[in-house]
């Protein structure tokens, strides 16, 4: 009786230190000192501790204990999965799900272009602005032309703000079957589409408002010098033309 009363003392102050170097790991791990609460989890899951086995899976699927190690991370889930442990099951169930949807994931990684957000009425084309214009119905064309231009620009811009940064543009639930090195390659890559397309925009919106300013100074200029004509009579120079003419073409003996 002895004997077995000291085997359970012993296998109950075995517990207890376990319990305590948990606590510990745990602690370290909320401090974000990840290489000693790694070590502390490592010794108690091959200890066989479904609790530690666990973190240790997520630290492996996170990439804090080091680089992301999904394998590993699998590893751990499986042994402590297989003792019923509910987070660990439900990390496998998300790696399964990783595995059927890998090209969803590889598309927000690699292969977004940011093409929808330059479509539909978010396209907008370059308007047509001849060099200079003497009509008032081609002044009033070319006018309403870049009107429009500017107000398709303008939804463009707003629409652009509003999904910025562009990870806001992956679905939830594909999100959550990321893991922290796709995730930060997702973000690198949508940021370099965002610079892109917003730099493709402001270099196209450049050269229509150069063509504008150059189209309204050459109508404004004839416009001002077409009214002038109307308001005093010939100019000096025109007046003269006009009279070389006449003298030229005047009958004889006059």
Not at 139 to 157: H, K, L, M, P, T
Not at 166 to 191: F, V, Y
Request: contains cysteine; neutral net charge.
């Amino acid at each position: 009786m002895k004997k077995t009363a000291l085997f359970c003392l012993s296998l109950f102050l075995c517990g207890a230190a376990l319990a305590d170097e948990l606590a510990d790991a745990n602690a370290l791990f909320a401090k974000k000192e990840y290489a000693q609460a790694l070590q502390k989890y490592t010794r108690l899951a091959n200890a066989g501790n479904v609790e530690a086995q666990q973190h240790l899976g997520e630290m492996y699927w996170y990439g804090e204990a080091g680089a992301v190690d999904e394998a590993r991370a699998q590893g751990w889930f499986t042994k402590a999965a297989a003792k019923g442990n509910a987070v660990a099951i439900a990390s496998l169930e998300v790696m399964k799900q990783r595995v059927a949807r890998r090209a969803d994931i590889d598309y927000w990684i690699s292969k977004y272009d940011g093409s929808e957000l330059r479509s539909g009425q978010y396209r907008c084309p370059a308007p047509r602005i001849p060099a200079m214009s003497k009509l008032n119905d081609e002044i009033e064309r070319v006018g309403a032309s870049v009107q429009a231009w500017q107000d398709c620009y303008n939804r463009f811009v707003e629409h652009l703000n509003e999904v910025s940064p562009l990870t806001k543009l992956i679905p939830a639930d594909l999100s959550k079957l990321m893991n922290k090195q796709e995730m930060e390659q997702a973000t690198a890559h949508l940021a370099l589409v965002h610079d892109n397309v917003a730099e493709g925009a402001k270099v196209s919106a450049k050269l229509v408002l150069a063509d504008f300013a150059a189209w309204r100074s050459a109508t404004e200029a004839y416009v001002a010098e077409h009214n002038e004509i109307v308001k005093g009579g010939p100019s000096e120079a025109r007046q003269r033309d006009i009279d070389a003419r006449k003298n030229n073409y005047a009958p004889a003996g006059k």
